[in-house]
């Protein structure tokens, strides 16, 4: 079985992405691994070279950032990594540069992979997530946080990165995947608080021009924030020294948490019916071995 792993990233360094720390977590199940390197305006082409591994191939990148519409840009540049991938692949697996996956879990995903390798009516590999928020210690437990997304897939010519990269269709149809017992570790919201806003106003600048309010914005105030629960597992290995690092503080605060009115109503039913309501999915769950 042939695998490749592909991201995309540009001023890694500038706006705090932990994409080495993403694609080391994933390189012992891949053959080699494309990254498409950005036009930067830091040493972000450097710090993918530092890391430790022959199965790394980069391809340098110019942004289009005229392509505003739904952060289209963004797929734009997942795709090139995409196609840069070898043809004769099994599998592919995709990370963002904020993405990580556990060491733990490897082996459910390498057993995945090699169950549907023959079944070509399972186009991908459901993850679940998990989306930290202010700090490593607390994630996100609202519904603005999306549950799950493809995060492996087949090297095919009818494939691309969907709207602003989240996952992955053909044309407007979804991909056929079947979910796994694995996670992705969402660590964009966990940077200094100054990384932070730096970061959200580069994010939106390449959706639409940066709203005034947001422009004046020093410091992003982590406690606004939106419900959250504490994270009791273990953080992958790959992230210890990262999280080590850090030198901000952040309690959570229940009572300031957003928690509309829509969305109180929705999780009271949810919790009785014990099934999501009005859940977007990006993906079409099949289940091929019924």
């Not at 993850?127 to 946080?145: I, P, T």
């Not at 992705?184 to 580069?202: C, E, L, M, S, T």
């Not at 939106?204 to 709203?211: A, C, G, H, K, R």
Request: net charge positive.
């Amino acid at each position: 079985m042939k695998v490749s792993g592909f991201t995309f990233v540009r001023n890694a360094i500038k706006y705090d992405y932990p994409v080495k720390e993403a694609i080391m977590s994933v390189l012992p199940l891949c053959d080699t691994f494309v990254v498409a390197v950005g036009d930067s305006q830091d040493a972000t082409r450097e710090l993918i070279q530092s890391i430790p591994s022959e199965k790394i191939r980069i391809v340098d990148t110019v942004w289009d950032e005229t392509l505003k519409k739904s952060g289209r840009v963004l797929a734009v540049e997942t795709d090139k990594a995409y196609a840069a991938l070898p043809s004769d692949i099994d599998w592919a697996i995709y990370l963002q540069g904020d993405e990580v996956m556990h060491h733990n879990q490897l082996e459910n995903i390498l057993a995945a992979m090699e169950r549907y390798k023959d079944t070509p009516q399972v186009e991908g590999l459901l993850f679940s997530y998990l989306h930290f928020y202010g700090s490593y210690d607390y994630v996100g437990d609202a519904r603005k946080w999306y549950p799950k997304e493809v995060r492996v897939l087949r090297k095919r010519p009818d494939i691309q990165s969907y709207r602003d990269a989240q996952g992955f269709r053909k044309g407007e149809k979804k991909l056929n995947v079947v979910p796994i017992n694995a996670q992705i570790f969402h660590y964009g919201w966990v940077k200094p608080p100054d990384k932070q806003a730096d970061k959200r106003k580069y994010f939106e600048s390449l959706y639409q021009p940066i709203d005034s309010k947001l422009e004046t914005i020093k410091t992003w105030d982590y406690a606004d924030s939106t419900r959250l629960k504490r994270f009791e597992g273990t953080h992958p290995k790959v992230m210890q020294e990262r999280i080590q690092r850090l030198n901000w503080s952040f309690e959570y605060a229940p009572e300031k948490a957003k928690y509309p009115l829509k969305e109180r109503l929705l999780a009271f039913f949810e919790k009785r019916l014990k099934r999501k309501l009005f859940e977007f999915r990006n993906y079409k769950i099949i289940h091929p071995n019924k």
